[in-house]
């Protein structure tokens, strides 16, 4: 089968439906689709707080179908081949799909089978993970069951979705087992492959302060190599020299090695590390002047996150809409994304910042600080804010 549209859009996650919408707001006579396999969405930055014994898994999620704009058509397939210079795609079911302009937002991969074991043993005796939500849920079910013994996070080399995430569910961690009264009882690790806790100064600064109060012992250049979940060890490549680390826990949280998706970084239009070459202002892409890209999936050097998206869609639909018209791409994105670190179940640093790593903050307050209401606007604020206001296109 073949079939053609003036604008496809590959992935229908956090940065294709806000596309899709904002494209819909400013002309509702474009002809739109989206190919996207899944049908169900998840606001993932919930499931920090789900592995944290907040919310349930589900209620993270939403119906794809309910979330594709009106008039938007859904191509419920996914996309294996890329061929730029036919201005066309090709799906696992063998459709081709031609486009008069592409839009690419297929997120990031999670590479559960990088670390020897862990596909194996994640979900069960001790091992969990916030990066999926068929495993969120054993997070907040280890956590709650710990009562002595050592409790290990992790954070791989390379990028992952939101930077920060891998240091907030260990936060949150020790803060329960404070709070149960076993925190004497428990060591509390977080490993990471990188040399500091975090990129920008003025954060980082705060959340080394946090992790010593709370008696959080970093482990600086260690990356997991292996799961033993018979012996309960970790195994650790440490990255200046090599060697073998081996860690024994009771239970650990992992954060899992991530790429770009193989079928964006195995086609002509990736560049460095295999994400979808852009330009870091306009989203254009770099070779192919009717493609473009924003999240995850793209080469836009920033941390990558929900909130860096919310700044990505507008800048994308207005270049995108002055090439349509012959206009020059006058729109530009800066770098901005944000992190909003959970140091507590009471506390949070709201992290934003741009490609310089200058500060772009949104209140009128020091937000280096740790906050409550701080917190309280990641648990109740930005998921309202993400369902009723971005997806649609809004904000
Ligand atoms: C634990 C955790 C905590 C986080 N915390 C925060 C936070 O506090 N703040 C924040 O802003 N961000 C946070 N994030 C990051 C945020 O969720 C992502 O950056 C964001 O969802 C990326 O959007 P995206 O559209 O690029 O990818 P996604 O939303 O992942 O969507 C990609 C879509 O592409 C589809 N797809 C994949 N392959 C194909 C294919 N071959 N063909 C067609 N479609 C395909 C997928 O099914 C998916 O629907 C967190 C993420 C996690 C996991």
Redesign the pocket.
Known sequence: MSDHHQIVI???????ITVASRLRNADPSLDIAI????DK?Y???L??LV?GGMFEPEESGRD?ASLIPYGVAWIK????TFSPNANRIT??NGDDITYDYLVV????QVNWDQVKGLKESVGKDGVCS??SIDT?GSTWEFIRNLKAGVALFTQPAGAV??G??PQ??CYLAEDHFRRSGVRDKIDVIFTLAGPRLFAVDRYRETLEKVAQRKGVEPRFRHNLVEIRSGSKEAVYSQMDTGEEIVIKYDMIHVTPPMSA?D?VSRSELAGEGGWVDVDKHTLQHTRFANVFA?????SLPTS??????RKQAPVLVSNLRSLMQQQPLAASYDGY????VVTGYDSLVLAEFDYSGQPAETFPFDQAKERFSMFLL?KFG?PALYWHGMLQGRV
């Open positions: 590959v992935g229908g996650g956090t940065a294709g190919v996207e396999p899944s969405h606001y993932q930055p499931w920090t592995g794809e397939d996914y996309v294996e799906t696992r937002a297929p997120g990031i916030n990066y969120v979705k939101c920060g995430a907030k569910i998706p079928f924003l999240g995850d999936a793209s990558k996150t929900g909130a860096a998206i994304t944000s992190c909003p990641k930005l």
